[in-house]
Nanobody, 124 residues
Framework: QVQLVESGGGLVQAGGSLRLSCAAS????????MGWFRQAPGEEREFVAA????????NYADSVKGRFTISRDNAKNTVYLQMKSLKPEDTAVYYC?????????????????WGQGTQVTVSS
């Protein structure tokens, strides 16, 4: 049983920052790889960032490298996505996902559980 709840989305001007949080249930959270994906209206869900169970090596989509940072606090069962220098093209619903394996993946089909999503809107 894994439940994920995202929060922290909102409206921000271009160049601004937001920090998304994903609170997870379960006593085995520390064994899961975690990822962030986003989906704009009429578009497919795309990979944003992922972090392995160790919290060490991370992976980012080219479009967000240098601007976004994924992190996790296993003691709090929480994953974060710090977003800086936001652009209008970052506008999307952002989803937290859990993969019941220790290593990260970049395709949504390889994740087992998903949150409900949180809206991020970046204005010009």
């Amino acid at each position: 049983q894994v439940q994920l709840v995202e929060s922290g989305g909102g409206l921000v001007q271009a160049g601004g920052s937001l920090r998304l949080s994903c609170a997870a249930s379960g006593r085995t959270f520390s064994s899961y790889a975690m990822g962030w994906f986003r989906q704009a209206p009429g578009e497919e869900r795309e990979f944003v960032a992922a972090i392995p169970r160790s919290g060490g090596s991370t992976n980012y989509a080219d479009s967000v490298k240098g601007r976004f940072t994924i992190s996790r606090d296993n003691a709090k069962n929480t994953v974060y996505l710090q977003m800086k220098s936001l652009k209008p093209e970052d506008t999307a619903v952002y989803y937290c996902a859990a993969r019941l394996r220790p290593l990260i993946a970049v395709t949504p089909q390889l994740y087992n559980y998903w949150g409900q999503g949180t809206q991020v809107t970046v204005s010009s």
